[in-house]
């Protein structure tokens, strides 16, 4: 036995040498930097992506010039959803590997991510020019049709590339969401259901069959499917989160809630587990922990609007107006009222008064409210909001002289010359009935779609020629949804569906005639970044505004002037000709937007002449000897249909994107 500690060092040098030669030690050099890298695409294989990031960039510390471990930093990036990272890792990886299709495929994923889809154009066509059939340029060629809005495209290249490669369980896959996507039920499913005989094994499969099965309210199936998803990977996270939402939306509220805790014991800020608890409190009607929890949620992700717009439909349905929860989240609002104002946005610290106010409708900042209305043009609103303050007993000496100053400046106002209140006389004259069918769920947001039908009904109601109806949000069928609004009377109804990734939205609304049933008009909005369901909102809204007919009446007649319930804050425009049909008559177009009536019914047109704030007046002239002109009468302008206006920089759905994007 060698005792001597000096001949012992001497006798193993050769074999620490020949470890750190290759590469068993991460000492520096060749050796470290391929060490790292082999212990970075051992992290990739496990899908732990901030792991392997990090070794990629040891490797690349070591080694600046390693060419795989600086394309796999880009993948890595990409897998993360740094799309403006991973672009700078992957273009720098193609100057140390010129020609490699593989680097220029995944730039080319890459900007489609980032939206830069010309440029990602341009790339796939350079690869599929030197490889006609290369699987990843042809399924980037895919992606990039979705991105534009051409699924029906991307089906098309699917299947050849299935007709080519019929097991591939990423086409597969694929083309399975690609159809779902687009409606067609029965052929995702038999693409799923071949995916799984592929690849009996593979829990990946079996989540996005459980997706695809949930998609189409088979959710018995779905709960079994995502069940094998975990058998097959215990702990897999999207599927943890998918049988929660899945438990929800059938009904299973204490289950769904008991998921929801597991997942928040894992990662305590797991924002959509934490929104998911709450929502089943609020289907349990246990309001109270439901404001509690939600409460907590906004606190972990201030922007998380769905979070919010729960909480406040919560606060505003289970407490009274003088409640403490209501007046904080109200002053949440009003503060980014006053950063809003404060960088002359004005429209935008509009809106977060009017939410703030509708949560505590007594606060002070009313009156900032008001000063807002007298700043962008509403004198008559302005003097109405002090008024409010007045009849509350929150008011100065400051206030009581505005007040005093805008009666007077006001009363020459054209409804005090008709001796008319403005509020009285203006009337909402659609009725809009808003739905949400079968708890429409989103990737991240179970029962999104009632969440955002209440968020545009709150809209609605500020718009002053629309009345939003006060019917349940959610129904459980389109015959249920139908059968509420006829016999509500509502002249419409509209569906709300959603669509998100992380960080895009997607809203989309089905508008169908109250009558008949029939479809009328199709709404989009495609909103990314901060404020999305906000502003995707509000562009449904204006869509709708700007869709319907100008519908008015005639309050008043005095020999040839007339008096219109709507003004200047109603779009009306001077010298503008309007239809005077007789009262009752129109009726709403069987199908599509609009009213229908005969020649005889027109009992003359009303030219306007005056406008001001709230109602307008201007000369009648009579069709016919006869004149049939009476107040009550209608007052139309019948335009032209035209196409919606453009409603985002993008209509192609970010769920299926991000489904897609998982799947490389």
């Known amino acids: 036995m060698i005792r001597h500690p000096l001949l012992r060092i001497f006798l193993w040098a050769p074999v620490w040498a020949a470890l750190f030669a290759g590469g068993g030690f991460p000492l520096h050099g060749q050796s470290?930097?391929?060490?790292?890298?082999?212990?970075?695409?051992?992290?990739?294989?496990?899908?732990?992506?901030?792991?392997?990031?990090e070794s990629f960039l040891e490797c690349l510390r070591l080694n600046p010039a390693h060419a795989e471990g600086t394309a796999a930093l880009g993948e890595c990036y990409y897998e993360l959803g740094e799309f403006d990272q991973a672009l700078i890792w992957v273009r720098k990886a193609r100057t140390l590997a010129r020609g490699n299709l593989e680097l220029a495929t995944l730039e080319a994923f890459t900007l489609i991510a980032l939206g830069r889809l010309d440029g990602a154009a341009v790339l796939i066509a350079e690869v599929l020019a030197r490889e006609p059939y290369n699987k990843e340029a042809l399924f980037a060629q895919a992606e990039l049709d979705i991105a534009r809005g051409r699924g029906g495209d991307a089906v098309t290249r699917y299947r050849e590339v299935v007709r080519r490669y019929p097991d591939d369980r990423r086409v597969l896959v694929s083309l399975a969401l690609v159809l779902g996507s687009l409606g067609d039920t029965s052929g995702a499913l038999s693409y799923i259901e071949r995916a799984l005989e592929a690849h009996p094994g593979d829990y990946r499969i079996y989540y996005y069959?459980?997706?695809?099965?949930?998609?189409?309210?088979?959710?018995?199936?779905?709960?079994?499917?995502?069940?094998?998803?975990?058998?097959?990977?215990?702990?897999?996270?999207?599927?943890?989160?998918?049988?929660?939402?899945?438990?929800?939306?059938?009904?299973?509220y204490e289950e769904a809630a008991r998921l929801a805790d597991e997942a928040i014991v894992l990662d305590r800020n797991d924002i959509s587990a934490w929104y998911l608890k709450g929502m089943s409190y609020i289907r349990l009607r246990r309001n109270s922990e439901a404001v509690s929890i939600l409460s907590t949620a906004s606190a972990i992700d201030p922007g998380d609007e769905f979070v919010r717009s729960a909480l406040e439909e919560t606060l505003i349905g289970s407490t009274g107006l003088e409640d403490p929860g209501r007046i904080r989240w109200a002053g949440w609002h009003f503060e980014r009222a006053r950063d809003f104002r404060s960088r002359n946005l004005a429209?935008?610290?509009?809106?977060?008064?009017?939410?703030?106010?509708?949560?505590?409708?007594?606060?002070?900042?009313?009156?900032?409210?008001?000063?807002?209305?007298?700043?962008?043009?509403?004198?008559?609103?302005?003097?109405?909001?002090?008024?409010?303050?007045?009849?509350?007993?929150?008011?100065?000496?400051?206030?009581?002289d505005a007040v005093e100053t805008y009666d007077t400046l006001l009363s020459d106002a054209l409804f005090r010359r008709w001796s008319v209140d403005p509020v009285e006389v203006s009337r909402r004259h659609w009725k809009v009935a808003v739905f949400s069918v079968n708890?429409?769920?989103?990737?991240?947001?179970?029962?999104?779609?009632?969440?955002?039908?209440?968020?545009?009904?709150?809209?609605?109601?500020?718009?002053?020629?629309?009345?939003?109806?006060?019917?349940?949000?959610r129904q459980p069928s389109f015959s249920q949804a139908f059968r509420t609004a006829r016999e509500a009377g509502a002249d419409y109804f509209l569906i709300i569906t959603t669509a998100e990734s992380e960080r895009d939205l997607s809203l989309r609304g089905e508008l169908f005639v109250g009558r008949t049933g029939s479809p009328a008009l199709t709404l989009s909005a495609f909103r990314t970044g901060a404020d999305r369901l906000r502003n995707a909102s509000r562009s449904m809204v204006e869509q709708l505004g700007a869709a319907l007919p100008f519908r008015g009446e005639l309050v008043q007649r005095r020999a040839a002037q007339g008096l219109v319930d709507k003004g200047r804050a109603d779009g009306v425009a001077e010298n503008t000709v309007y239809e005077i049909v007789k009262k009752g008559r129109p009726v709403i177009?069987?199908?599509?937007?609009?009213?229908?009536?005969?020649e005889d019914d027109v009992a003359g047109t009303l030219v306007i002449s005056r406008i001001d704030e709230e109602v307008s007046s201007g000369t009648i002239s009579r069709n016919g000897f006869f004149d049939r002109v009476e107040a009550g009468d209608e007052i139309i302008l019948q335009t032209p249909e035209t196409a919606p206006p453009d409603t985002g920089p993008s209509m192609a759905d970010p769920e299926l994107r991000a489904l897609l994007r998982a799947l490389r």
Do not use: C
């Open 209 to 252: 069959a459980a997706y695809l099965n949930a998609r189409a309210e088979h959710f018995p199936t779905a709960i079994r499917y995502v069940e094998q998803s975990l058998f097959y990977k215990n702990g897999y996270g999207p599927a943890r989160a998918l049988l929660a939402s899945l438990r929800y939306r059938s009904g299973q």
């Open 589 to 598: 177009r069987n199908e599509g937007i609009g009213l229908s009536y005969g």
């Open 439 to 473: 708890s429409q769920s989103a990737f991240f947001h179970a029962d999104a779609g009632a969440v955002a039908s209440a968020y545009i009904k709150d809209l609605f109601a500020h718009d002053r020629n629309i009345l939003p109806m006060n019917l349940e949000l």
């Open 32 to 53: 470290g930097a391929a060490f790292y890298y082999e212990q970075g695409r051992s992290f990739m294989t496990g899908e732990d992506w901030y792991s392997a990031a």
């Open 347 to 400: 429209v935008e610290a509009l809106f977060e008064y009017r939410r703030g106010l509708r949560l505590n409708p007594y606060a002070r900042e009313r009156r900032e409210y008001a000063e807002l209305l007298r700043i962008l043009g509403y004198p008559a609103r302005y003097l109405e909001e002090l008024r409010f303050l007045q009849d509350q007993g929150i008011t100065d000496p400051t206030v009581n």
